[in-house]
């Protein structure tokens, strides 16, 4: 089996139609989603706040790099525009693939596909809603969820973290 842990976000147009579009697109292969939080902008400040959650995908027959592929396929879909002059500019949907296990956890340093991700262990955004969603969760490579949110860079970012528990992406999984 291969299950994965993919980042979503958002912060230009309908930020939550475009969240609820990339559970969607996942289907059935979705096993959990977590709740969705308001975020501050990370690493580019000039920029609207962003909306986040993550999923936990499970599909035996679907490989790391097919996670990938399935992650852009649904940025493309909601019609995701790439600035290469802006590295962490705003979008409409972002979809990153944290970490996969293949029973074991998968580890990658090719550039297109790394793994775990290179800065997920730097971003509350993805830290806090993992943690809500698996409190006992470890990022390969880096330890526990948990604490990781006692690092430094870490806890300077989590009181903008905030739930929107009027918005949800559970009736979609
Ligand atoms: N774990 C990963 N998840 C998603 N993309 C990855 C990963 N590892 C490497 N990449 C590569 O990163 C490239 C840039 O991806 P993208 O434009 O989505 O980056 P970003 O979302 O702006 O920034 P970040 O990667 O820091 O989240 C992609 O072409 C992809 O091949
Ligand atoms: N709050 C927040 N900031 C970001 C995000 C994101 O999803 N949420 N994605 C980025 C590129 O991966 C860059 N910065």
């Known amino acids: 089996m291969t299950r994965a842990l993919l980042s979503i976000g958002g912060n230009l147009g309908d930020r939550l139609a475009y969240l609820r579009a990339a559970v969607a697109r996942l289907g059935t292969s979705v ?8 975020t501050p902008p990370w690493g580019d400040s000039a920029q609207p706040p962003y909306l986040n959650a993550v999923v936990l995908v499970d599909d035996p027959t679907v490989t790391a790099r097919e996670w990938l592929t399935r992650a852009q396929a649904c940025e493309s879909a909601e019609g995701r525009v790439r600035d290469p002059e802006r590295r962490f500019g705003p979008r409409t949907l972002d979809v990153d693939v944290i970490a996969v ?73």
């Open 31 to 38: 096993v959990r989603v977590s709740g969705v939080y308001e």
């Open 101 to 173: 296990w293949d029973g074991e956890p998968v580890v990658s340093d090719d550039p297109e596909l790394t793994l775990p991700h290179p800065r997920a262990h730097l971003r509350a955004f993805v830290l806090v809603p993992w943690h809500e969603m698996q409190p006992d969760a470890d990022l390969p490579g880096h330890g526990s969820v948990a604490a990781l949110l006692g690092t430094p860079e870490v806890a300077a970012d989590i009181a903008g973290v905030s739930p929107r528990p009027d918005l949800s992406l559970e009736s979609m999984a």
